[in-house]
């Protein structure tokens, strides 16, 4: 089993998945600025070209965010990642398919504005990627609220999406809440996970 993933991407939140799950196999990094996500071998993988994809043992693959954590969960369901409890389960699936529509429609535009319209029009594009951003934080911590862990009481896949999502919004400039700071430092704190965090060079 292979999990395809790009370094300092919003895939980043299921390979962290992958090694909580602890299961075989191998997590590939793939440059994008190489377009190694591009070539003939990943395109019989993942027609699609991009990251995350899961390349399963049967040959398979399963690709977006939302599939991929739910099979690393189902895979491991002692990691809790996906909870076993139905309404839980469903909570989870939906902050995961939440966060796979806002993450890009939020930082794309504000990371790089010029893929949206011509060079007048860039700040206005990023400033619109920047309010959607603090929408997303401000949606978050509600979720957040007099609580450790979005779903349940211990950590699950949502909360490694909500931990990327508050890493990548220091990249472009925002401050996140108190409690989403709080909420990414519980995260990055897990032993299992803190050598992986460094090496692509994200403090806790």
Same mark, same amino acid.
């Given at each position: ?69 739910? =099979?690393?969960?189902?895979? =491991? ?6 909870? =076993? ?108 996970? =803190? ?10």
């Amino acid at each position: 089993m292979i999990l395809f993933v790009s370094a300092r991407t919003s895939s980043l939140a299921c390979r962290l998945a992958f090694i909580l799950a602890g299961l075989p196999g191998e997590v590939r990094d793939l440059s994008l600025r190489g377009g190694e996500h591009k070539t003939p071998e990943m395109l019989a993988i993942n027609p699609k070209g991009q990251v995350p994809a899961l390349l399963l043992d049967s040959g398979e693959t399963i690709t977006e965010t939302p599939a991929i954590m739910l =099979a690393i969960g189902e895979m =491991a369901p002692e990691s809790g990642l996906i909870p =076993a409890g139905r309404v839980q389960r469903w909570q989870v699936m939906e902050w995961l398919s939440w966060y796979a529509y806002q993450f890009p429609r939020a930082f794309q535009p504000a990371f790089r504005p010029a893929i949206f319209g011509p060079p007048p029009a860039e700040n206005q594009i990023r400033e619109g990627g920047l309010k959607r951003v603090g929408e997303v934080l401000e949606f978050l911590e509600s979720g957040l609220a007099a609580r450790d862990w979005l779903v349940g009481t211990q950590l699950t896949a949502a909360d490694l999406t909500a931990a990327m999502t508050t890493t990548f919004a220091g990249f472009v400039g925002m401050v996140p809440p108190d409690a989403l700071m709080a909420h990414r430092k519980r995260v990055f704190a897990i032993p299992a996970l =803190a050598e992986t965090l460094k090496a692509e060079g994200f403090a806790a």
